[in-house]
């Protein structure tokens, strides 16, 4: 199982741009899931149902199951936010992991950039980001950077540096 990531600030279109590239990877035959780091409280579930209350009387972990989809919930209940590893352990197999967020993680990645953010580039100081896609011309680089509206070369580029075009 290769991981790769999508690193940015806030607002840059992680989320935008993993929404496109999951179909076209998909199209070049990759299996693949996804796992999104919040950096606030987070709820998927709804007070009045059932799993949320089985919460809130206090259980450490709640699955939810139908035909269509399952869902695990897991209370940390001040406990340390899990480590990634362990996390991507908790996954079914498949080929291609791609992460959003954890930027202060050591895997490689893509930094999305927008200059309308006005931060600085993550990569300057990450040496795990091995491309940059933006909405702007960047020049000097160590590394490859691309459109952040292409995304058969950015699919391409994360195939590449994931050793995933070897495999097909």
Known sequence: MEVFGLAGWSGSGKTTLLKRLIPVLIS?????STIKHAHHAFDIDKPGKDSFEH???GAS???ITSKTRWALMHENKGSEEPSLDSLLKKLSAVDLVILEGF??????KLEVYRASNGKPLLQLKDPNICGIASDIQLDN???PVFDLRDIES???FIMQSSGLLETL
């Open 103 to 108: 930027k202060k993680e050591n895997h490689k």
């Open 61 to 63: 972990e709640v699955l």
């Open 28 to 32: 070049k035959g990759i299996s693949l």
């Open 55 to 57: 919460r809130l009387a």
């Open 141 to 143: 680089l160590a590394v």
């Open 154 to 156: 950015i699919a391409s």
